[in-house]
C-alpha cells in the first residue's frame, strides 16, 4: 500500500499565546511548534498499515520552520520511506491553503491512502484532512480509531460518541482523519532521529503560493477568559489544599 | 440574498441526539432576528420516523434510505452538499460532532462555501460572524464571513437542546438520496463495555489529564481519590495511552458527567473535555498553567503542581 501522512506544526499548546500587536494573531515571534498531536496518530497508523501490508509512507508537511524539518526527520527515523517539505514561504496559512498544497503535492503520485490527524488546534475554517478528500473526490471517514487492511481495501473503526463506535469498509484509494493510532504512537532515539537527517530521505518541494481561500477574516483575538468567575486560590500547596478541604466540607462531601 | 437556515439532524439508534437540537433552537433564535426560515434536513433509515420530532423546524426535509441507512460519511455528505447546493441556505448549521466533522468540511469544499469551525456563536444581523475558539480554547477570535452564505461548525452547549425540542409541526418534505457507487460501506456499531466504574453516577470524581506524565504516577491520583472516596476519571490522552480503561473517559467521544465535585488535575480545559464536564456542580482545577482553559470553566483554581497538590490534600483528608 502507498500511504502518504499529512502532518502539520501547530503553536505547542502548553506555551503561553500572546495576541500580536494587529490583535487578530497569535504574537509568533517566541512562539514554539509541535506536531500536530493527531497527526502523531495518524502517522503511527499509517507505520503499522506499512508494515502489514508492505508499499512505502512518505510524510509530507507545510512550512520551511527549524520543528517543520525536525518533524519530518523524526517521521523519517520512526519508519517514514521518504518527506517531503512543502513551501518556501507557506507558513501561517490557512486550512483551505493548506489542504490545496497538499493536494498538490499529492495529485498525481498514485497514493491508495491519504491519512492526516482528525483536526488540528488552528483549523478555524475546516479540517485539513476532509478539504483534502473533497479536493481529490475520495471517500472519507474522520474520528477514526483503527484501521487495518480488509480485501482490497480497509477495515476502518469510526469513534461516536459515550464510546460508541461504528465499523465501516472502505475502498482505496481514500482518505482518513486519525483520532487515535491502534497502538500509542512509538518513540524514537535521538540517535535515530541524527541518522534521518543524514539520510538524505527528506526532500524539499516549492510550490505555488496557494490562495487563502478560507474567506473569512479574523476580525479580533483575545485570550479566553480563564477564572473568570472562578475563585483563584492563592499560597502554596498547603494553603491550597486547605482551602479544597473547606470546598470539598461547604459542598457536603467530607 | 438567500433567507433560510439549514440545520444538519444528526441520529443514532432512533434517537436525534441534543447536539442537533441544540442547533435548532440556535437556528430559531437567528430566525427570529431576521425573519428566515428554518429548515432541518434528515437523512438515512428512519428518518421518516424522525421527522415529527423536529416540530422546531418550518420545513424538515427527509432523507430515508436503506442503501446507507446508518451514517455513511460518504452517503450522508454527498446528499447533504446537494442539498445546500439546491436550497441555497444563508446560513448553514452542522453541529461539531464525530458526525457533523466528516459533513462540514466535505459541504464546504463541494459548495465553494466558506465554513467556521469550533464556532460557539452566530451572528446575522449585518454581515455573517461568529465567535470561535482556537489552540484547545485558549484563544477565542471573532470573524467575519465574505459573502452572505457560509457553514458553521458549531460546538456543544452553543444553545440549549430542550428548546429545540418544541415548536409547531413543521412541513415534511422528501428529498432525493441516490449516491452513486459509495466507496464506503456500514459494518456495525459497537455499543462501549461497561467498566468496573460507572462515572456517570459517581459524587464525586478525581479527573487526571495528561500532566499525570506517566502511569506510575496513577497511584498517586488513587490514593487522593480513595482519600476522598471518589472514581478516578481522566482525559483521553490517558485513556488512549491505556492507563485507564475506556469507562473512565470524560469529554466529546468518552461519557458526560455531573458530579457535585468534579477535581480536574492537569487537564488544560480542551471543548472536547470541557463538553463532558461543564456541568458538575462544583469544579476545582488544579493546573500549572495559569492560561488553561479548565480556568474558564472552573468555580475554584490553583496554579501549581499537582504533585505538591495531590499528596498535600491526601494527608489532610487522611488527618
Ligand atoms: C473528535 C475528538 C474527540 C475527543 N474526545 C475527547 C474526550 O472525550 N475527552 C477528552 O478529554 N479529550 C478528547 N479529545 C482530545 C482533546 O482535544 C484534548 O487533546 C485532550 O482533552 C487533552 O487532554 P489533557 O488536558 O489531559 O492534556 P493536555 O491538553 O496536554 O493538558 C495537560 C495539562 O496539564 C498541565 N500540567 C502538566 N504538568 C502538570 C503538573 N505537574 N501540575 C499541574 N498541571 C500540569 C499542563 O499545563 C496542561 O494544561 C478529543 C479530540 C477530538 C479531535
Ligand atoms: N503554521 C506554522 N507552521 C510552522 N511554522 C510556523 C507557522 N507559523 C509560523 N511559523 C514559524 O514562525 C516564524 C514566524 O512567523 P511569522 O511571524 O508569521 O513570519 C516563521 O518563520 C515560521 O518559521
Redesign the interface.
Known amino acids: 500500500m502507498k500511504i502518504a501522512v499529512l502532518m502539520r506544526a501547530v503553536p505547542d499548546p502548553v506555551e503561553e499565546l500572546e495576541i500580536g500587536d494587529d490583535g487578530v494573531d497569535l504574537d509568533r515571534d517566541f512562539l514554539g511548534y509541535v506536531l500536530n498531536e493527531f497527526d502523531d496518530h495518524a502517522l503511527e497508523e499509517g507505520l503499522l498499515l506499512r508494515e502489514e501490508t508492505g508499499g512505502s509512507l512518505t510524510a509530507y508537511a507545510i512550512g520551511t520552520a527549524d520543528e517543520v524539518t525536525q518533524m519530518l526527520h523524526t517521521a523519517i527515523a520512526k519508519g517514514a520511506d521518504s518527506a517531503k517539505q512543502l513551501g518556501e514561504d507557506l507558513d501561517v496559512i490557512d486550512a483551505h491553503a493548506q489542504a490545496a498544497a497538499f493536494v498538490d503535492a499529492v495529485r498525481d503520485t498514485g497514493f491508495d491512502l491519504i491519512l492526516s490527524g482528525v483536526q488540528a488546534s488552528d483549523e478555524l475554517d475546516g479540517q485539513v484532512a476532509m478539504l483534502v478528500a473533497a479536493a481529490l473526490g475520495l471517500p472519507h471517514i474522520s474520528v477514526v480509531v483503527s484501521a487495518t487492511p480488509h480485501e482490497a481495501g480497509l477495515k476502518v473503526t469510526k469513534e461516536y460518541w459515550a464510546g460508541i463506535t461504528a465499523e465501516y469498509e472502505i475502498d482505496l484509494p481514500a482518505v482518513l482523519g486519525v483520532q487515535t493510532a491502534r497502538e500509542a504512537p512509538r518513540y524514537v532515539a535521538v540517535a535515530r532521529i541524527r541518522q534521518a537527517q543524514e539520510s538524505g530521505a527528506l526532500e524539499s518541494l516549492d510550490l505555488d503560493q496557494p490562495d487563502p481561500a478560507g474567506r473569512i477574516r479574523v476580525t479580533a483575538m483575545r485570550l479566553s477568559e480563564t477564572g473568570d468567575g472562578a475563585e483563584m486560590i492563592e499560597g502554596d500547596e498547603e494553603a491550597a489544599a486547605e482551602r479544597v478541604y473547606e470546598i470539598l466540607a461547604s459542598a457536603g462531601v467530607v | 440574498m438567500a433567507e433560510n437556515i439549514l440545520v444538519y439532524v444528526e441520529h ?1 439508534n432512533g434517537e436525534v ?1 441534543d447536539a442537533s437540537f441544540g442547533l435548532i433552537a440556535l437556528a430559531r433564535q437567528l430566525a427570529s432576528v431576521n425573519g428566515a426560515s428554518v429548515e432541518a434536513a434528515i437523512i438515512g433509515g428512519g428518518a421518516h420516523g424522525l421527522a415529527a420530532k423536529l416540530a422546531g423546524a418550518d420545513t424538515i426535509l427527509v432523507g430515508d434510505t436503506d442503501t446507507f441507512g ?5 452517503g450522508h ?1 454527498e446528499v447533504f452538499a446537494a442539498l445546500v447546493t439546491s436550497r441555497e441556505p444563508a446560513i448553514t448549521l452542522v453541529p461539531y ?3 457533523g ?2 459533513i ?3 459541504t ?3 459548495c465553494n462555501l ?5 464556532c460557539l456563536s452566530v451572528d446575522a444581523q449585518d454581515t455573517l ?1 461568529a465567535t ?16 452572505d452564505r ?1 457553514i458553521f461548525a458549531m460546538l456543544a452547549g452553543c444553545a440549549s437542546p430542550d428548546e429545540g425540542r418544541s415548536g409547531g409541526a413543521g412541513v415534511v418534505e422528501s428529498i432525493d438520496v441516490a449516491v452513486p457507487d ?12 461497561s467498566g468496573d466504574v460507572d462515572i456517570t453516577t459517581e ?2 470524581l478525581v479527573a487526571i489529564g495528561r500532566g499525570i506524565e506517566s502511569e506510575d504516577n496513577i497511584e498517586e491520583a488513587q490514593e487522593l481519590a480513595d482519600a ?2 471518589a472514581a478516578l476519571a481522566a482525559s ?1 490522552p490517558i485513556i ?3 492507563w485507564l480503561p ?2 473512565r ?1 470524560v469529554g ?5 458527567v455531573k458530579p ?2 468534579y ?1 480536574a488535575l492537569g487537564i ?1 480545559g480542551a471543548p472536547e473535555h470541557l463538553e463532558g464536564m461543564r456541568d458538575s ?2 469544579i ?3 493546573n500549572s ?5 479548565i ?2 470553566v ?8 499537582i504533585f ?2 495531590m499528596p ?2 491526601t ?3 487522611e488527618g
Open positions: 443514532l441526539t446508518d451514517f455513511n460519511p460518504q455528505s460532532t464525530s458526525v466533522m466528516d462540514a468540511s466535505l464546504a469544499a463541494t466558506p465554513l467556521v469551525s469550533y460572524s470561535c475558539q482556537l489552540y484547545g480554547g485558549k484563544v477565542e477570535v471573532d470573524v467575519e464571513v465574505e459573502g457560509a459509495l466507496g464506503i460501506t456500514f459494518v456495525s456499531l459497537t455499543e462501549p463495555e459524587d464525586i476522598l472516596g483521553r488512549d495511552q491505556g475506556k469507562s473517559q466529546k467521544s468518552g461519557l458526560s457535585k465535585v477535581l488544560s456542580s462544583t476545582i482545577a488544579v498553567d495559569p492560561q488553561a482553559p480556568f474558564g472552573a468555580h475554584y483554581g490553583w496554579v501549581g503542581d505538591d497538590f498535600e490534600l494527608a489532610r483528608l
